[in-house]
């Protein structure tokens, strides 16, 4: 039997539902899922317009709803990815209405209630934190975002939420690096789509969302050109001999390099889920962590730090800034200790050429001693409390060459008495 088509697939937040009636018919009813109300199936569009209207208008006059809508219905909302939108309209602005819909305006245009509300603002995310302190500062950026938006266009006067400190501290993840060796298990071990993502991972360093959407007409067969979708970034790298001999052996089934066996794009959801039963499959984790696929980033331009690229070299590859780019050199200094052994093996050398360079200059020092105090005639050498600091600033005993100094000073001091004596003999 074939299925009824369903119209105006393409319309957001329509809902389609179902209902058998009493004489066993089939029949359909729409209603706008968002703004909460059915729609007139025989005068579908017009209805959805008339709740698209009500869902965008002010729900309580001038209230905090209303600067959610000013922000929402901007042409800044609008250059947000579908993904940032979907999160904020999805369950970010319903929290926020539900929690602040009905406060007043007028709220943030007097200085001692705006601080009261941010003390208020505070004290809400550290109660959500208890449950989920991801969430919480999510929704904690999402009302900074709103206020920051209308007091940059002069809606209200005063933003008192300026910044916050955010209680999810578990973003670090600059450690979490896929090795050669589980790498390759995975390969061995993962399903043919799951193999292909990880190839293209580990040879561009690109994200999960652009691998997913990379479509065939960006590889040439000799550089793969990509769009972030985050950032909006051109990049554009040479294809390594894996990934051309890997691409180029692959069947062409859809328009995206990634597709299902029906050749669909992968959704979110969907690859998600089937990276992590590969991932699990192998244990792919680390002091309990368990990795990720966005982990294949870190792994990429921590290969490229051990290979000698610079900061900006990386930036050209990932995408990232030029500070995240140092970080990860950073720590990938930190935990290979190569560069901790390049510098110990530099000072052990140093120690060496000191020791040496001090033992030759306390030869020389002791050869200039002994001619000074074979000169006939001559006075001892003057500089017996210069060589001897010489030889304690060089760690030598100079206890030796201060005995010689004092024999050669006997010496001399009896050979100018003697000639006093034979002076006054021939006087007399």
């Known amino acids: 039997m074939r299925k009824a088509s369903r119209p105006f697939k393409e319309l957001k937040h329509l809902q389609r539902i179902p209902k058998t009636l009493a004489d066993g018919t089939l029949k359909y009813y729409y209603r ?26 002010p729900k309580s006059g001038d209230t905090f709803n209303q600067l959610i809508r000013n922000f929402e219905t901007s042409a800044d909302f609008d250059g947000l990815s579908q993904d940032t939108r979907d999160a904020y309209t999805g369950w970010k602005f319903k929290a926020l209405e539900k929690k602040y819909g009905t406060l007043p ?31 919480a500062d999510n929704l904690m950026s999402a009302l900074c975002r709103v206020l920051s938006w209308n007091k940059e266009k002069k809606k209200i006067k005063h933003h008192p939420l300026p910044t916050f400190t955010r209680l999810y501290k578990g973003g670090q ?9 589980l790498q390759d298990d995975f390969l061995q071990k993962a399903r043919a789509t799951m193999v292909t993502a990880m190839i293209i991972a580990r040879n561009t360093g690109q994200r999960a969302k652009d691998i997913r959407e990379y479509p065939w007409t960006k590889y040439d067969g000799e ?10 970034k051109w990049i554009t790298i040479p294809a390594t001999a894996e990934l051309r001999a890997h691409l180029d052996a692959l069947d062409r089934r859809g328009d995206t390099v990634l597709c299902t066996a029906g050749g669909k794009m992968f959704s979110k959801r969907w690859f998600n889920e089937c990276f992590r039963e590969d991932a699990d499959a192998v244990e792919a984790e680390i002091d309990g962590r368990k990795l990720n696929f966005h982990d294949m980033r870190g792994t990429v331009a921590t290969n490229l730090a051990a290979a000698g690229c610079t900061a900006f070299q990386i930036a050209s590859v990932i995408g990232w800034s030029l500070d995240k ?4 050199i950073d720590a990938y200094i930190a935990m290979s200790g190569e560069m901790a052994d390049a510098a110990f093996a530099k000072l052990e050398a140093h120690k060496v050429e000191r020791a040496r360079l001090a033992a030759l200059r306390t030869n020389e020092a002791v050869k200039t001693l002994a001619a000074n105090s074979n000169e006939p005639g001559g006075p001892p050498a003057p500089a017996k409390a210069v060589f001897s600091k010489l030889m304690v600033c060089h760690g030598r005993d100079s206890r030796p060459l201060e005995r010689t100094h004092r024999a050669q000073k006997c010496k001399l001091k009896c050979k100018l008495q003697t000639g006093r004596r034979r002076f006054e003999t021939s006087g007399d």
């Open 325 to 328: 780019c140092q970080k990860i």
């Open 173 to 181: 993840r600059e450690e979490l690096t896929w090795s050669d060796e």
């Open 223 to 232: 550089r793969v050109t990509v769009r972030q979708s985050k950032g909006k």
């Open 32 to 57: 706008h899922r968002k703004a909460g109300v059915m729609l007139d199936p025989d005068n579908l569009v017009e209805s959805y317009a008339a709740a698209e209207r009500k869902m965008r208008a």
């Open 105 to 135: 305006i007028e709220v943030f245009n007097d200085h001692d209630d705006a601080e009261r509300f941010a003390a208020d603002a505070l004290a809400w995310h550290q109660q959500l934190g208890k449950k989920s302190r991801r969430s």
